[in-house]
């Protein structure tokens, strides 16, 4: 699997995630990365009550002298997994990943791996007496990186030293990858908060006495790898989690040789609730041909977390929103500046009851996030709030935030010239960027043309970079951004008067 910055023909075509499904039982996509860990029901796994027993860890294997991904696969296969239909290779979307050994058809077994080969904290180990603070990345996640570290730290001595070997050392994490966010994308706190959540993990593990790489590569590993077993548990499977991404939907003409076509589950083995007795059954969801790569979704995350920790961010992602308020307060302001004779006919007690009947009290009407999601829609708070500011007119109140949406965009560089920029170097074919550049720049010039707008008041990239760079993939998650904000606006065809210019 690859984690960071991909092959640009994936980065291209990247297609919206939908929101995890399960067929027949299994999972489409992998565990949604939040406090609210494996909603997605799942197979009965082991009790709870598990002990320190055989069956909880797999058995040491001598690979001495092999390449890491011989050694792993060696060391699955002799620990019970079956790995008959799929092999490890060189990915055409960058890296390796898993290639299917055969022909398969839809809902046939591709391969397996039994549960005590995962990476995973029992009941009897020592993480689970970790104090750990509220505040920061979910406790399931901190305790599977501190044993991740320690058995890193064992060696050839560690029972899942052949998998640790193959692991890549030098993944994206959200601190490194977080230089220069700010003046490219304004109006949003999803950064910060999973910076937040990610700093205060970082600090608590570093007074555990972890060291700091050890930290932040063992967090990459599990936030970018890890799957759920349906109890609230996290896991590292080997072999599974060396797939790469794959869609779970095909509404956009740049996905047809990228969707998912691989679905997993747990699944009994055995008599006995041990986990020796459980294992992970990759199942594909179509028909498969030999050599073809086996691809699996990475989950339902927004595009802040995919660039954090993949490195990427998806070019049609259902999950994106932006945000153009960070609170109710903070809507108000503009609000007040933007409708001064409106805001002064508002009493001191219209002004209470406004926060009071939103439903939204003290501090938190700070952190409400006030956005509009990649399907155009608006979050209900955000709706209702201005809705109670323009007496219940819903059309007043969206022309409303259109005018916000159109007020964020000229704080921010030209969406045109952006699109221009990122699809210069590609202009011999189609690609996302070209496609947009085509579909947009006659209905946005078209509308600022009507609205009185002047033409061409963008700023483009100063200088050119690195394609697949860090730089790069905030001017794309900028640009999908902005995207958000005109295809809301295009919608509603405001005037030029409902946006302030006459």
Avoid at 45 to 53: D, G, I, L, P
């Amino acid at each position: 699997m690859l984690v960071g910055v991909r092959s640009l023909s994936q980065r291209i075509i990247h297609q919206g995630l939908a929101r995890p499904t399960c067929v027949s039982g299994f999972h489409a996509s992998r565990r949604s990365h939040s406090r609210k860990q494996d909603r997605r029901k799942s197979f009965s796994v082991f009790s709870a009550q598990a002990t320190e027993q055989a069956g909880t860890s797999p058995d040491l294997v001598d690979c001495t002298g092999k390449a890491p991904a011989a050694c792993l696969v060696d060391w699955s296969t002799a620990n019970g997994a079956d790995l008959s239909g799929a092999r490890i290779e060189k990915s055409a979307l960058g890296g390796v990943g898993l290639l299917a050994c055969d022909d398969f058809l839809q809902d046939e077994v591709i391969f397996r791996v039994p549960m005590h080969l995962s990476l995973m904290v029992y009941p009897f180990e020592i993480y689970q007496s970790l104090a750990i603070p509220s505040k920061g990345l979910p406790d399931t996640t901190i305790k599977l990186a501190c044993k991740l570290i320690d058995e890193k730290n064992r060696g050839h001595k560690s029972p899942w030293f052949p998998y640790i070997a193959s692991l890549p050392q030098n993944l994206t994490n959200p601190r490194s990858m977080s230089e220069g966010i700010a003046h490219v994308h304004a109006g949003s706190d999803a950064f910060s908060v999973i910076l937040g959540n990610y700093d205060g993990t970082v600090q608590f593990m570093t007074s555990l006495g972890k060291n700091l790489d050890d930290i932040r590569w063992a967090l990459s590993v599990i936030q970018s790898r890890a799957f759920g077993n349906g109890r609230g548990q996290e896991l590292l499977v080997p072999m599974v989690d060396s797939m790469n991404h794959g869609d779970l939907v095909s509404d956009n003409p740049f996905a047809d040789e990228h969707q998912a076509n691989v679905t997993y589950g747990w699944q009994r083995r055995g008599p006995d609730n041990t986990p020796s007795n459980f294992e992970m059954v990759i199942k594909a969801t179509r028909t498969i041909s030999e050599g073809e790569e086996l691809l699996v979704s990475y989950g339902d995350h927004e595009n802040e977390y995919f660039y954090l920790y993949y490195g990427f961010v998806p070019m049609f992602n259902s999950r994106d929103d932006l945000v153009i308020f960070n609170g109710l307060d903070d809507a108000f302001e503009w609000y007040c500046n933007t409708y001064p004779k409106r805001a002064q006919n508002l009493s001191a007690e219209e002004r209470k009851k406004l926060f009071k009947e939103v439903k939204v009290e003290g501090d938190l009407k700070n952190v409400i996030k006030m956005n509009i999601c990649a399907d155009g829609s608006v979050s209900p708070i955000m709706l209702e709030f201005f809705k109670m500011l323009f007496d219940g007119e819903e059309e007043e109140a969206e022309l409303a935030i259109a005018r916000s949406c159109f007020d964020l965009l000229q704080k921010l560089s030209g969406f045109l010239e952006d699109l221009e920029s990122l699809s210069t170097p590609y202009s011999e074919e189609p690609n996302v960027f070209r496609y947009y550049d085509l579909s947009y720049r006659k209905d946005i010039q078209s509308f600022l043309t009507r609205v009185g707008m002047p033409q061409g008041g963008g700023s483009r990239m100063e200088e050119k970079v690195e394609i697949g760079s860090r730089e790069w993939w905030l001017i794309v998650h900028g640009v999908l951004k902005k995207k958000i904000a005109w295809d809301y606006i295009l919608d509603l065809d405001p005037s030029g008067k409902d946006l302030g210019l006459s």
